[in-house]
């Protein structure tokens, strides 16, 4: 096997059965590199994955050269990215190609991994079962897309050989059987799923994949009951290049704003259409057949989708053109993608829940205060990012700066809401100049939407499509 060697050792702090330290261990076993592996006790975390992980503290968590990167997916592509010489690729070469296989990879851990989890921990029998039929709708969808990215002849997602999409959805694998047995659902069945069902005989049966993926389903299920027991006794679970572009947007969303800033700051043309989410248009539905959402990149009559996603490509495509989004270093570009996910995540859905979700003041209170938390962790991950420059970037507005920087349209809508600012000067002082700089940069200046009223009277409207019904 390959050795990083001397201060560039790897070691990988992980969990036996989880399906995302899994396929961490089946990239590194893919490209031939030795690593030291540390199992975790999650009840009696190490300081090591604590310090190494302080925002989520949670495996798995790969230590290159004293340095963490965590996140299963965000470490993959970081492999990928610095052990080029090692092994096969994991991503296309191609961006387009490689926007297609990130595309599926958080379809994937959307659509399968979020009900996976409902299934393990749910405590009502109807919900597991919806949960598991879900996992099944899911599967279903990526039999089409197993077609579709494996030319209907290629053995695997990426082609010849293992990809992205395989290491991500296979890493499931070993769950699958355990679900089978918690609800009696055949999850990949030869009948409704054949090409998937071959296809997972074949990834087990991939040098890189024995003796990672768990095979003993009784020894999972104690393993589960355990956790469970654990964390019922805490109270833990939940209670229950060139080319023509254009962009399908709607004005307010934080995820079309993300991507056109980018473009502004390629200085690249574009044809930007406006769609009605009442009525969506047929190039919409065709080009984003799976969530029917924008945003949507055209990019010669070629759709790419999920707004982090098409970033990356645009990036990636143009690489020469304007200042670069994501920094060269591997590490850095890690970072980058950790805190960038970290905000759709928390930030993100905390709006999602103030604006839409929530049905009385106390729900609207506890979305705020999950909004708060996350922007005073971000005041600390723009300390340690900015290195005392303007963005989150350095210099220049970088990834981090165009994620956040998608939602300060609707913090406005939401700071009159509440009566308060979410980015308060003196709860989050360097976020608060943050703010003010990334407003008044040429890129955003008539996208990021500043007239409150205006937003409110379209909130309405958003509100009217989702149903929306508060108390």
């Known amino acids: 096997m390959a050795s990083a060697g001397g201060d560039q050792a790897l070691k990988l702090l992980g969990v036996w059965d989880s399906p995302y330290v899994n396929r961490v261990q089946i990239v590194l076993n893919l490209k031939g590199l030795s690593y030291e592996y540390v199992e975790e006790d999650l009840h009696n975390k190490s300081e090591l994955l604590v310090a190494s992980n302080p925002v989520h503290k949670k495996v798995p968590v790969l230590i290159h050269g004293g340095k963490p990167v965590a996140e ?14 090692s092994g096969p690729s994991v991503l296309p070469a191609d961006p387009y190609e490689r926007a297609n296989a990130r595309f599926w990879a958080a379809f994937v851990d959307d659509k399968v991994g979020s009900p996976w989890y409902t299934v393990l921990f ?17 599967l279903e969808t990526l039999e089409g897309a197993f077609r ?4 209907g002849t290629a053995q695997f997602f990426g082609g010849g050989g293992i990809g992205l999409v395989d290491v991500v959805l296979g890493s499931y694998l070993g769950w699958f059987k355990v679900i089978e047995k918690m609800v009696a659902v055949r999850v990949l069945d030869t009948t409704r ?15 890189p994949v024995k003796g990672v993926l768990p095979d003993d389903v009784d020894k999972v299920l104690e393993f589960l009951q355990t956790f469970l027991d654990l964390q019922i006794q805490k109270q833990e679970l939940p209670m229950a ?14 995820f079309v704003i993300r991507v056109r800033v980018v473009l502004n ?13 009442g009525n969506k248009s047929a190039l919409l539905l065709g080009s984003n057949p799976v969530h029917k959402s924008v945003p949507v990149l055209l990019h010669d009559d070629r759709p790419v989708n999920e707004s982090q996603i098409i970033v990356q490509y645009i990036e990636e495509v143009w690489a020469g053109v304007g200042p670069a989004v994501l920094p060269s270093d591997p590490y850095e570009r890690a970072v980058a993608r950790f805190w960038a996910a970290y905000i759709d995540d928390k930030v993100g859905s905390a709006w999602l829940g ?33 290195k005392g420059k303007p963005f989150f970037g350095g210099d220049g507005i970088g990834f981090v700066d165009v994620v956040l920087g998608g939602y300060l349209g609707w913090f406005g809508v939401i700071n009159r809401l509440i009566e308060r600012r979410l980015i308060d000067p003196a709860r989050t002082p360097l976020l608060a100049a943050w703010e003010e700089r990334f407003r008044a940069a040429d ?15 379209f909130l309405q409207t958003l509100r009217s499509l989702s149903n929306y019904k508060p108390e």
Do not use: H
Not at 122 to 138: G, H, Y
Not at 244 to 250: A, I, R
Not at 371 to 377: D, G, I, S, Y
Not at 445 to 457: F, Y
């Open 72 to 85: 299963s997916q965000v470490i993959v592509q970081y492999l990928d990215e610095v052990f080029v010489a």
């Open 122 to 138: 749910a405590r009502e029998a109807d919900k597991k079962a919806d949960a598991a039929a879900r996992i099944v709708a899911a």
């Open 148 to 151: 579709e990215c494996s030319g």
């Open 193 to 207: 799923t054949p090409l998937l069902a071959t296809w997972g005989e074949r990834f087990r049966a991939a040098d």
């Open 241 to 254: 290049g060139g080319g023509n572009l254009k962009v399908l947007g709607v004005w307010t969303s934080p």
């Open 265 to 277: 700051l390629k200085g690249l043309p574009y044809e930007y259409v406006e769609e009605n989410l």
């Open 354 to 386: 103030m604006l839409f979700k929530c049905r009385n003041e106390e729900d609207r209170a506890e979305a705020v205060a999950r909004a708060e938390a996350a922007l005073e962790t971000l005041e600390g991950a723009f300390k340690e990012c900015s």
């Open 443 to 457: 890129a955003a200046k008539g996208i990021v939407p500043d007239d409150v009223d205006k937003m409110l009277e």
